[in-house]
């Protein structure tokens, strides 16, 4: 089935009682075990609202196995705690998402797991590799200035030397990267982002093959991230919309991405669907689409940062992304506040630089927006 098929149909537990054609939202934390191999609990990761998410992502991510949490960092900790054990370590890119970031130098290093943070060239990951190295971890595009990690270098290297992969899909969503089909082990997403899609959900998945599946179970059953009936509901509603949302939401991105080259008040523009963007080569081989986030930076004629996030009228200054409705942030006022000034100098993210996550509105009420808080 194609992706589009897949997010309408894929897993779906019809109504057997009523003929109705949705997954009933079972709401019971107790299932009679009687006559029954398995027993469903909500924290064994096996109610039917979970298992029916699940499916869905499983098909659309080319996964035979999976976990559905209540949030994106439940999902990661889980992942890094089922695969990696105390004295081994970590290989994961300097770029990260800062919760991820936060969690691998505080809480995990106390437990005795080390990481290694690195550029995104697969030579930099190889250098960084040791005899204890377990795992790699990567984030493709990234946050906030949409580099690219060649994902089959990067996989190729680990399958070598017998590391796992784990790979961060949050930004590109499965409509745009299906990484399991470039070698990755592991898929972790906060669905918090594209999967929920209405800034209304805070949930997260994890996708693998069935050889990870009892080590990814054992730890889920453990930490208890896991997600209720309702918010499992929601998020099979939403996924239905998936393949919709986010092509538009690329398409726009990519119109957005061109008005703003041309702006005389914008310095740079970050896309990975910009021939003049560093990663645009790999994006093309590794991407079916360049994702709807994109950053940009305010030039000598655009107004103070500030200033610029007050004119806005109808994009939204706020965190996450990945709603239908387009917001905008600052990183280094927001998501990159906690780096030191040098350290966000060093990476680029400088205090002029916005990241755009664009949603399905007309491409041009989004530019039009844009275009009066940087002129005045
Ligand atoms: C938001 C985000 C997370 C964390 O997800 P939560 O749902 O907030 O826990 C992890 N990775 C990326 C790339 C994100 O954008």
């Known amino acids: 089935m194609n992706k589009q098929t897949q997010c309408v149909h894929?897993?779906?537990?019809?109504?057997l009682q009523t003929g109705g054609i949705n997954t009933p939202i079972f709401t019971s934390s107790a299932f009679t075990y009687l006559g029954k191999e398995v027993n469903?609990?909500?924290?064994?990761?096996?109610?039917?609202n979970q298992e029916a998410v699940v499916a869905k992502l499983c098909a659309l991510e080319e996964a035979e196995d999976g976990?559905?949490?209540?949030?994106?960092?439940?999902?990661?900790?889980?992942?890094?705690?089922?695969?990696?054990?105390?004295?081994?370590?970590?290989?994961?890119?300097d770029e990260l998402y800062g919760g991820t970031h936060a969690m691998l130098t505080g809480l995990l290093s106390r437990f005795g797991i080390r990481s290694s943070f690195v550029g995104k060239s697969v030579q930099s990951f190889a250098a960084a590799?040791?005899?204890?190295?377990?795992l790699i971890y990567i984030e493709t595009p990234t946050n906030p200035l949409l580099?690219?990690?060649?994902?089959?270098?990067?996989?190729?290297?680990?399958?070598?030397?017998?590391?796992?992969?784990?790979?961060?899909n949050t930004f590109a969503s499965p409509?745009?990267?299906?990484?399991?089909?470039?070698?990755?082990?592991?898929?972790?997403?906060?669905?918090?982002?594209?999967?929920?899609?209405?800034?209304?959900l805070c949930c997260g998945a994890a996708l693998f093959g069935r050889e990870h599946g009892d080590r990814m179970r054992h730890a889920a059953v453990n930490l208890g991230g896991s997600l209720n009936a309702e918010a499992c509901g929601l998020l099979e509603r939403s996924l239905k919309t998936l393949h919709l949302r986010v092509s538009k939401q690329t398409e726009n991105a990519a119109a957005i991405a061109?008005?703003?080259?041309?702006?005389g008040a914008v310095s740079a523009v970050h896309y990975p669907g910009l021939a003049s963007h560093p990663g645009h080569q790999v994006a093309r081989r590794q991407m079916s689409g360049f994702g709807a986030m994109l950053s940009f930076e305010l030039g000598e004629e655009a107004p103070a940062t500030d200033v610029f996030l007050k004119r806005l009228?109808?994009?939204?200054?706020?965190?996450?992304?990945?709603?239908?409705?387009?917001?905008?942030?600052?990183?280094?006022?927001?998501?990159?506040?906690?780096m030191s000034a040098e350290e966000r100098q060093r990476v680029g993210i400088s205090d002029r630089l916005l990241r755009l996550s664009v949603g399905i509105e007309h491409p041009d009420d989004v530019t039009a927006d844009l275009d009066q808080a940087l002129c005045g």
């Open 10 to 15: 894929s897993g779906t537990r019809p109504d």
């Open 40 to 48: 469903p609990y909500p924290r064994y990761f096996n109610t039917p």
């Open 67 to 93: 976990l559905l949490f209540s949030s994106g960092m439940a999902a990661v900790v889980t992942t890094i705690l089922a695969l990696v054990r105390s004295g081994e370590h970590v290989v994961v890119q």
């Open 129 to 134: 590799i040791e005899e204890q190295t377990k």
């Open 147 to 168: 580099g690219i990690v060649d994902i089959r270098e990067v996989t190729a290297l680990a399958r070598d030397k017998g590391i796992i992969t784990v790979i961060d």
């Open 175 to 200: 409509i745009n990267q299906t990484p399991r089909t470039l070698g990755v082990d592991v898929v972790v997403h906060s669905g918090t982002k594209y999967l929920g899609g209405h800034s209304d």
């Open 258 to 263: 061109a008005f703003l080259v041309e702006h």
């Open 313 to 338: 009228k109808m994009i939204v200054p706020a965190l996450s992304l990945g709603g239908v409705e387009s917001t905008i942030c600052d990183p280094a006022r927001t998501s990159h506040a906690k």
